[in-house]
């Protein structure tokens, strides 16, 4: 009988301990407050990034180095696609089929689109219709994010941070290429000493509707204006059927190089000449460092990258652009407006 009994106290004791750590777990959640509610995403656009993006959010380890990103959840989408881009058709259709498959709504305009979202991501791939699309998402006043590249015309880049800054509405845009923790990491190692030049490199094909580097150079050319920073203030440009080479000077005379190839691997890279050390840099590291800005962007409205950087950066391949149909005279930028 006494056995018994000291095995009904200990069992007794056992069950009152799990009912208090319980209540304990319970206590601490309600003071510390509900989690806060993730960023309803909206994306226009799913002929390029949109998939793999999606997938990134849906399987993000809420224990993993970018559990950030679980503070983000798509929505709805708006499909997008150009009938002139014969290539993006295939990724057109998995996208929507990706996107019908994992139960996000697909709407048929970015009117109904609004309604439902506190933020938006422009992923389409052509350019020509950012300035539009961002027009209608600006006057809703929600955060905007727009791959690359931010419009096909400088004129157009202008105008969609012009509406955004009147609206007061965070923008910002960028290449993935800018965050690859490897390229981030050149601008303030010690070792490499005071960054003194950059030649960057990336593929660049070419696409009918869009100006050359607009397309797929905009990669190398961001990684280069990444490590370099902003005061390009004259460009020149070499073109090949296969390679583009295009060489900035900067204003206070450093060089930095962007080299575009349309032959040979399609890698990224750059090499970083700095007072101390010259290194490598530029490589593609994932989408998961870009998508973990974008949401922190979309939680503080605080861009990562200026708007006057991005404008300097579609400067510089409109001024290439038009180096080449001038047989590869240097071209001026325009100085920006703060001088």
């Known amino acids: 009988m006494d056995t018994h009994r000291a095995s009904l106290h200990v069992a007794r004791r056992r069950f009152f301990g799990l009912v208090f750590t319980a209540l304990g777990m319970m206590a601490t959640d309600t003071l510390a407050g509900p989690a806060e509610p993730a960023v309803r995403v909206g994306v226009v656009g799913l002929d390029a990034h949109a998939v793999a993006w999606a997938k990134i959010l849906a399987t993000t380890d809420p224990d993993g180095p970018h559990a950030a990103l679980m503070g983000m959840k798509i929505v709805a989408a708006v499909a997008g696609g150009s009938p002139d881009i014969p290539e993006k058709q295939q990724p057109l259709a998995k996208g929507i089929a990706y996107f019908e498959q994992a139960g996000i709504s697909i709407v048929p305009s970015i009117a109904a689109l609004l309604p439902q979202v506190d933020a938006v991501m422009l992923l389409g791939v052509d350019g020509r219709q950012h300035l539009s699309q961002a027009r209608e998402v600006i006057a809703a006043a929600k955060p905007l994010y727009i791959d690359k590249p931010v419009a096909a015309s400088l004129a157009d880049s202008r105008e969609i941070y012009a509406l955004a800054e009147a609206r007061g509405v965070p923008v910002f845009s960028s290449s993935s290429l800018r965050f690859a923790p490897g390229t981030?990491?050149?601008?303030?190692?010690?070792?490499?000493?005071?960054?003194?030049?950059c030649d960057a490199h990336s593929p660049c094909v070419l696409e009918t509707h869009h100006p050359d580097l607009f397309w797929y150079g905009i990669h190398g050319v961001e990684t280069l204006f990444t490590i370099m920073g902003p005061g390009c203030r004259q460009v020149s440009r070499t073109k090949t059927a296969d390679t583009d080479i295009v060489v900035g000077v900067w204003a206070d005379g450093r060089i930095g190089t962007f080299r575009g190839h349309r032959t040979g691997p399609a890698e990224y890279g750059a090499t970083v000449f700095g007072t101390k050390r010259i290194v490598s840099a530029g490589r593609f590291e994932g989408y998961q460092p870009l998508l973990m800005e974008i949401a922190t962007f979309f939680r503080t409205g605080k861009p990562p990258v200026?708007?006057?950087?991005?404008?300097?950066?579609?400067?510089?391949?409109e001024a290439a652009e038009e180096s080449a149909a001038r047989g590869g005279a240097a071209v001026p930028l325009p100085r920006p407006t703060t001088e």
């Not at 190692?189 to 030049?197: A, N, Q, Y």
């Not at 200026?306 to 391949?317: K, S």
């Open 184 to 197: 981030q990491a050149v601008r303030s190692d010690p070792t490499i000493g005071t960054v003194i030049g």
């Open 306 to 317: 200026t708007a006057a950087e991005t404008l300097e950066i579609v400067a510089f391949m």
